[in-house]
C-alpha cells in the first residue's frame, strides 16, 4: 500500500538495535570502501541544532559543509580540515542556485535542511500578520523542499535527504493545539516531504523527516525537555542507522516512529 512504510527485510544486512514503540532499527555496517569518510552538508547551523549537528558529525568523523546566513562565531569555532563554512539563505533561490554552484564538485551522503523559524509561534493563527505567516510557512515548508530538490543532484549514492519537521507537524497527534501556524508549517512540510519522494521514487530516493525533541535552544526556550547534545546525539545515531533507506520515514530523535 502507497501510505505504508515497512520495516526493513528481514535478511537486510546489519545488527539489530531495538528501540521503544514499534521502531526496529538496523545498523549499516560501516563498508570501509565507500563509507571512510561519510559528507553531510548542514544548511542552517548558525547555532541552536544546526550548529549542534555539526558538532556531531566532525566529532564521528565526518566532512561537514554548514551554512549560515551571516557570519557565526560559534560555527567559526569549529574551523578545521573538516569543515567548510557556506553562507546562504534558503528563500533566496538565487542564493541557493550560487551555493549550489560553489559546490559543484560535491557530494553529499546527508543533506540535513535544519533551518527553520517561529515567528509568532504562540499566537493564534488570526493574531499573526498574514505576512508573517506566510513568511513562516516560506521558511519552513516552501524552501526546505525546494532546496532538497535543487540539491538532489548532489546526493551521493547511498545517502539521505534530511528534514527538521517537529512532532507538531503531526496532524493525528495534534491534541492539545498550540502553535498554529508554526504547527502548520511543519504539517505542510511532512506533505510536501512525502510528495516529493513519491516523485522521485524512481530514482529509490531516501528522506528522513525528523522531530529533534523538545529542546532546549532559542526556539525551543529555556524550559524545554532536553538539551542540544542529546537532541543531536539521537539524530545522528538515527541518521546512521536510516542513511539510504528509500521511501519518506518520520522519526524522532529516538528513532521511534510518528504518525502523520
Ligand atoms: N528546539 C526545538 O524544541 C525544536 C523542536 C522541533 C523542531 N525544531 C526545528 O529544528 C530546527 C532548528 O531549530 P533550533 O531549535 O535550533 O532553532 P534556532 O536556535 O532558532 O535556530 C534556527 C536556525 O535556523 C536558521 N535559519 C532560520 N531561517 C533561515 C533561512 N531563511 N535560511 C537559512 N537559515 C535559516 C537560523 O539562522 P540565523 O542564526 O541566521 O537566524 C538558525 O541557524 C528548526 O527547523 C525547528 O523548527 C526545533
Redesign the pocket.
Given at each position: 500500500m502507497l501510505w505504508d512504510f515497512p520495516e526493513p527485510a528481514p535478511d537486510a544486512p546489519g545488527d539489530e538495535i531495538s528501540v521503544p514503540d514499534r521502531t526496529l532499527i538496523r545498523a549499516i555496517p560501516e563498508n570501509p570502501m565507500i563509507q571512510s569518510q561519510r559528507s553531510a552538508l548542514i544548511?542552517?547551523?548558525?547555532?541552536?541544532?544546526?550548529l549542534g549537528l555539526v558538532e556531531t558529525f566532525l566529532k564521528r568523523g565526518w566532512r561537514v559543509t554548514a551554512?549560515?546566513?551571516?557570519p557565526?562565531p560559534d560555527l567559526a569555532r569549529l574551523a578545521s580540515d573538516a569543515l567548510r563554512i557556506e553562507t546562504?539563505?534558503?528563500?533566496d533561490d538565487a542564493g541557493v542556485a550560487a551555493l549550489h554552484d560553489r559546490l559543484a564538485a560535491q557530494h553529499f551522503d546527508l543533506i540535513f535542511v535544519?533551518?527553520?523559524?517561529?515567528t509568532q509561534a504562540h499566537e493564534p493563527l488570526h493574531a499573526v500578520p498574514r505576512a508573517v505567516a506566510a513568511q513562516v510557512y516560506l521558511?519552513?515548508a516552501i524552501?526546505p523542499i525546494r532546496f532538497a530538490e535543487a540539491f538532489l543532484d548532489r546526493l551521493a549514492p547511498g545517502g539521505s535527504i534530511a528534514l527538521?519537521?517537529?512532532i507538531?507537524g503531526s496532524v493525528s497527534l495534534n491534541q492539545d493545539g498550540g502553535w498554529e501556524n508554526y504547527r502548520a508549517s511543519?504539517a505542510a512540510l511532512n506533505t510536501l516531504a512525502r510528495s516529493f519522494e513519491i516523485r522521485h521514487r524512481a530514482e529509490n530516493v531516501s528522506v528522513l523527516i525528523l522531530?529533534?525533541?523538545?529542546?532546549r535552544?532559542?526556539?525551543?526556550g529555556a524550559e524545554?525537555d532536553i538539551d542540544v547534545a542529546t537532541s543531536v546525539t539521537g539524530l545522528a545515531d538515527v541518521i546512521a542507522a536510516q542513511l539510504g533507506r528509500p521511501g519518506a520515514h518520520y522519526l524522532d530523535y529516538r528513532g521511534q516512529i510518528l504518525a502523520w
Open positions: 544548511v542552517g547551523a548558525s547555532r541552536g541544532l544546526g551554512t549560515q546566513r551571516t557565526s546562504a539563505d534558503i528563500d535544519v533551518a527553520g523559524v517561529a521558511t519552513n524552501s527538521m519537521s517537529s507538531l511543519k522531530h529533534p525533541g523538545w529542546v535552544t532559542e526556539m525551543g524545554a
